[in-house]
């Protein structure tokens, strides 16, 4: 049974709370479609392909973490820009997008969903970072190093970068902190912490030398491999809370 657009966004912003986050982008309702919704798509962004896919779908909704709008970003409408956006109006599609809302969620965010698929012991989130971004624990078993770069292959069917100081590093991990997408910035707060690893999705140049100076173990699994499952935990609860049919569609990234 098809429930409000109203009802959609209401219950989506009652749970992740977007007015408590300063943000780079606006969060919640970006584009108005049909009123009524049967069907949800959820994807990481909202690029054309996932917009293609929901058409084909015939979705009344698009969920995501990535969505439009972000600060500094040019207000013209040409080129991809323009058919992004007239692909939703033309199809009445409304489009909701959820960025730090979403990071942070503690059961429907990204850093929680990335702890369930790592098997994860979650402690807390870090007080050094502010809005509750980065989230520390423990590993489910102690491994070394390279055992837990496989194992954050296996779980996200991608090798992540691993830096360590030692390559030939044998010690047992126990302690970490993540922060999925492009959270390499935190590294400096993660040494800080004391732990063994930190796995987040990207790597900048400075990073792999804080790490190797350090030693810390640092992993760079993916940007988008970090940040699938939050958008998708978060379409299942709204799913089975309303009532509407929910399909994820994976529009893989390597970045």
């Given at each position: 049974?098809?429930?409000?657009?109203?009802?959609?966004?209401?219950?989506?912003?009652?749970?992740?709370?977007?007015?408590?986050?300063?943000?780079?982008?606006?969060?919640?309702?970006?584009?108005?479609?049909?009123?009524?919704?049967?069907?949800?798509?959820?994807?990481?962004?909202?690029?054309?392909?996932?917009?293609d896919a929901a058409i084909e779908r015939q979705a009344d909704a698009i969920l995501v973490h990535h969505g439009y709008f972000w600060r500094?970003?040019?207000?013209?409408?040409?080129?991809?820009?323009?058919?992004?956006?007239?692909?939703?109006?033309?199809?009445?599609?409304s489009l909701l997008a959820y960025h730090l809302p979403l990071d942070a969620h503690p059961e429907y965010g990204n850093n929680a969903s990335?702890?369930?698929?790592?098997?994860?012991?979650?402690?807390?989130?870090?007080?050094?970072?502010?809005?509750?971004?980065?989230?520390?624990?423990?590993?489910?078993?102690?491994?070394?190093?390279?055992?837990?770069?496989?194992?954050?292959?296996?779980?996200?069917?991608?090798?992540?970068l691993h830096i360590a100081a030692d390559p030939n590093d044998a010690r047992k991990l126990k302690s970490v902190a993540w922060c999925t997408?492009?959270?390499?910035?935190?590294?400096?707060?993660?040494?800080?912490?004391?732990?063994?690893?930190?796995?987040?999705?990207?790597?900048?140049?400075?990073?792999?030398?804080?790490?190797?100076?350090?030693?810390?173990?640092?992993?760079?699994?993916?940007?988008?491999?970090?940040?699938?499952?939050?958008?998708?935990?978060?379409?299942?609860?709204?799913?089975?809370?309303?009532?509407?049919?929910?399909?994820?569609?994976?529009?893989?990234?390597?970045?």
């Amino acid at each position: 049974m098809p429930c409000t657009l109203e009802q959609l966004v209401g219950l989506a912003n009652e749970s992740l709370q977007p007015h408590r986050f300063n943000d780079y982008c606006p969060n919640g309702l970006q584009v108005q479609g049909r009123p009524l919704i049967a069907r949800v798509v959820s994807g990481v962004t909202a690029c054309q392909a996932l917009i293609d896919a929901a058409i084909e779908r015939q979705a009344d909704a698009i969920l995501v973490h990535h969505g439009y709008f972000w600060r500094g970003e040019s207000p013209v409408l040409t080129g991809s820009r323009l058919k992004r956006i007239k692909s939703l109006l033309d199809n009445e599609l409304s489009l909701l997008a959820y960025h730090l809302p979403l990071d942070a969620h503690p059961e429907y965010g990204n850093n929680a969903s990335l702890a369930r698929v790592l098997g994860f012991a979650v402690h807390g989130c870090a007080p050094s970072v502010e809005q509750q971004l980065m989230m520390v624990g423990e590993l489910g078993a102690p491994m070394t190093g390279d055992q837990l770069s496989a194992h954050i292959g296996a779980c996200l069917n991608r090798p992540p970068l691993h830096i360590a100081a030692d390559p030939n590093d044998a010690r047992k991990l126990k302690s970490v902190a993540w922060c999925t997408g492009g959270a390499q910035g935190y590294v400096e707060q993660a040494i800080e912490l004391g732990v063994d690893a930190y796995i987040t999705g990207e790597v900048s140049e400075q990073t792999v030398h804080s790490a190797r100076e350090s030693g810390l173990h640092f992993f760079a699994a993916g940007h988008h491999a970090t940040e699938r499952y939050g958008v998708q935990a978060l379409g299942r609860y709204l799913a089975e809370e309303l009532g509407v049919e929910h399909h994820f569609v994976d529009i893989d990234n390597p970045a």
